[in-house]
């Protein structure tokens, strides 16, 4: 049984990788992503991604090593990551209202079973329906807004209602982690699945 380590502390990554049905450990790698720097917005997501993975692999002789990173990039050019207060929550959902984002999930796997490895970043396009500033100051005090990228999470029903509609990577928008990439880099680890709820 090959070893496999998700290098990511999310609950929502934990929950997706869950319900592929495959035994796995979580091994969170924590680096300083401000001081990777690029300025292609989807290729600084990859960078961290494979930083993430690189730092898990360093430390282990044989594992299959899954990461990823997800931020949000407004169509201003406007990175949102995770608000620095509650003001800037509102802020950044005002600014969503009606608008669009692109939602960049860098990935990075690495099985040092096979000595292979692959790095991408999976973009969704999500346009966000028109909310009153009521509803924002609602979604706010209600939901731990502080905790994601872009102040919102649509993995959660109310977070969903948020989007009017997405073009590109379902899981890569909703959990962090594009599946359809990585259950391709599975089969190629001879890994298969066993789907569960």
């Given at each position: 049984m090959k070893r496999i380590i998700l290098a990511s502390g999310s609950e929502a990554r934990k929950n997706i990788v869950s319900s592929l049905g495959i035994p796995f450990e979580i091994m969170p790698a924590?680096?300083?992503?401000?001081?990777?720097?690029?300025?292609?917005?989807?290729?600084?997501?990859?960078?961290?991604?494979?930083?993430?993975?690189?730092?898990?692999?360093?430390?282990?002789?044989?594992?299959?090593?899954?990461?990823?990173?997800?931020?949000?990039?407004?169509k201003s050019g406007k990175t949102l990551e995770k608000p620095e207060g509650l003001a800037d929550a509102k802020e950044m959902l005002l600014l969503q209202?009606?608008?669009?984002?692109?939602?960049?999930?860098?990935?990075?796997?690495?099985?040092?079973?096979?000595?292979?490895?692959?790095?991408?970043?999976?973009?969704?396009?999500?346009?966000?329906?028109?909310?009153?500033?009521?509803?924002?100051?609602?979604?706010?005090?209600?939901?731990?807004?502080?905790?994601?990228?872009g102040a919102f999470y649509p993995g959660l029903p109310y977070g969903a209602s948020l989007v009017q509609e997405i073009k590109g990577s379902l899981t890569g928008f909703l959990y962090g982690l594009p599946t359809e990439i990585l259950i391709s880099r599975l089969a190629k680890s001879g890994i298969g699945l066993s789907p569960k709820q």
């Open positions: 924590n680096i300083d992503e401000k001081s990777i720097i690029n300025p292609d917005s989807a290729k600084r997501a990859e960078l961290i991604a494979i930083a993430k993975a690189e730092k898990v692999a360093n430390s282990i002789d044989e594992a299959i090593i899954i990461s990823a990173d997800t931020f949000c990039i407004h209202s009606g608008s669009e984002d692109s939602i960049l999930s860098g990935f990075c796997y690495i099985d040092k079973y096979i000595n292979f490895r692959f790095s991408d970043t999976s973009v969704t396009t999500v346009k966000f329906r028109h909310f009153t500033e009521q509803e924002i100051d609602l979604y706010i005090q209600n939901m731990p807004v502080l905790t994601w990228s």
